[in-house]
């Protein structure tokens, strides 16, 4: 495979910071489209290859905002959108918790067991994460891509190639506009940057 750059969107509208917004289609706030344009300025002198996208709005502005610099087109990808969270969209972790208690204490234990009332199970959405990584073996190992995505997808996505358990995606901090960065060989990859946001100071 290649070089990978994992990008978590930019902030979003409809008080994303405190609300599960899984699969629901937010928009990317002023805040958010200021964070995807400092990613852009970042990245202006990389030479990048290919840009994937989760196919929701939040994610494919961020990617469209770092591709203006590339002239590449985007590859929107339904399967690096974030977990359905079926009932629990839009909901605080108070809500949720009062409404759906035994969901919370599967979620506090970080149970592998974990299902979204109406949504996807953690083991169908790391399912669908993997389905993803089959397109990347379409790369040569010197290209650089680009991958922009969601806090869950993404860190599915870095147990997927390193080579770990899916359980342990919660120990994995990823920002809003971050960078993360794997170089990937034969052999396994190599996690060379962890969810830097350097360029949002």
Aim: charged fraction near 25%; glycine fraction near 6%.
């Amino acid at each position: 495979m290649s070089r990978l750059l994992l990008i978590r969107h930019g902030d979003t509208e409809s008080n994303s910071a405190e609300r599960y917004w899984g699969d629901t289609d937010v928009k990317l706030s002023d805040a958010g489209l200021r964070q995807a344009e400092r990613l852009r300025d970042r990245l202006a002198t990389e030479r990048i290859n290919a840009i994937y996208s989760s196919d929701l709005s939040r994610a494919l502005v961020t990617a469209e905002t770092i591709a203006s610099n590339h002239r590449l087109e985007i590859i929107t990808c339904a399967e690096l959108r974030e977990m359905n969270f079926g009932e629990l969209e839009g909901l605080t972790f108070d809500e949720i918790s009062r409404r759906y208690p035994e969901v919370t204490e599967l979620w506090l234990k970080r149970s592998p067991k974990l299902k979204c009332p109406g949504g996807e199970s953690l083991e169908e959405h790391n399912i669908r994460i993997s389905q993803f990584t089959g397109r990347l073996e379409n790369h040569a190992p010197q290209e650089t891509i680009v991958i922009v995505a969601h806090s869950g997808s993404l860190r599915s996505l870095l147990c997927h190639l390193l080579g770990i358990g899916p359980e342990r995606r919660w120990q994995f901090r990823l920002d809003l506009a971050s960078l993360t960065i794997l170089d990937t060989y034969s052999q396994g990859a190599i996690l060379s940057l962890l969810n830097d946001v350097s360029h949002l100071r």
